[in-house]
T-cell receptor
Framework: EAQVTQNPRYLITVTGKKLTVTCSQN?????MSWYRQDPGLGLRQIYY???????DKGDVPEGYKVSRKEKRNFPLILESPSPNQTSLYFC????????????FGPGTRLLVL | AQSVTQPDIHITVSEGASLELRCNYS??????LFWYVQSPGQGLQLLLK??????LVQGIKGFEAEFKRSQSSFNLRKPSVHWSDAAEYFC????????????FGKGTTLSVSS
């Protein structure tokens, strides 16, 4: 089944404790992206990747890192999480460029205390 | 500035009634337009998209949308709403320029009353 998976689905952590949210897709997509969703703000892009070893900042990259060492994986790293990073995070992938249909993962709900 | 506006935060429609969700965009380049739906606890699913050609596009689940360049709008419609359509709906805009991000509206929550 074609899908985007994220782990963990739910995470509670404390300020400053490094964490990684994994994202994996099995569709051989070139494009991958991370979004955060906050009430009243909709989805905002954090980082995206056009292909392996190619990443770039989205609208709200501060406090986040990403890497794209393999085509299928695009982990999101929070080196020192803060409470303002409490949010719902979505990973997405697409074949080719952004105008292609983006397939979204189920989301990761993060609470930073 | 590039933006997407969904004027209605929350809409309630009776089951069986028609639905129209509004979306206005501001975009410098030729826009690629999308509607996504997010059911409770789920990720986003693409309903339909418009790149060019016929300005009335058909999507999944009986939805359609009409692109009106003169009004910078891309409104989503459905002739008869089902209770399972209750969800949050997002309009998004992008371009054909490599590397540009999708810009999402803030969403419209649809409730369906019986």
């Amino acid at each position: 089944e074609a899908q985007v998976t994220q782990n963990p689905r739910y995470l509670i952590t404390v300020t400053g404790k490094k964490l990684t949210v994994t994202c994996s897709q099995n569709m051989n997509h070139e494009y991958m992206s991370w979004y955060r969703q906050d009430p009243g703000l909709g989805l905002r892009q954090i980082y995206y990747s056009m292909n392996v070893e190619v990443t770039d900042k989205g609208d709200v990259p501060e406090g986040y890192k990403v890497s794209r060492k393999e085509k299928r994986n695009f982990p999101l790293i929070l080196e020192s999480p803060s409470p303002n990073q409490t949010s719902l995070y979505f990973c997405a992938s697409a074949q080719g460029d952004i105008q292609e249909t983006q397939y979204f993962g189920p989301g990761t709900r993060l609470l930073v205390l | 500035a590039q933006s997407v506006t969904q004027p209605d935060i929350h809409i309630t429609v009776s089951e069986g009634a028609s639905l129209e969700l509004r979306c206005n965009y501001s975009y410098g380049a030729t826009p690629y337009l999308f509607w996504y739906v997010q059911s409770p606890g789920q990720g986003l699913q693409l309903l339909l998209k418009y790149f060019s050609g016929d300005t009335l596009v058909q999507g999944i689940k009986g939805f359609e949308a009409e692109f009106k360049r003169s009004q910078s709008s891309f409104n989503l419609r459905k002739p008869s709403v089902h209770w399972s359509d209750a969800a949050e709906y997002f309009c998004a805009v992008g371009s054909n320029q490599a590397g540009t991000a999708l810009i999402f509206g803030k969403g419209t929550t649809l409730s369906v009353s019986s």
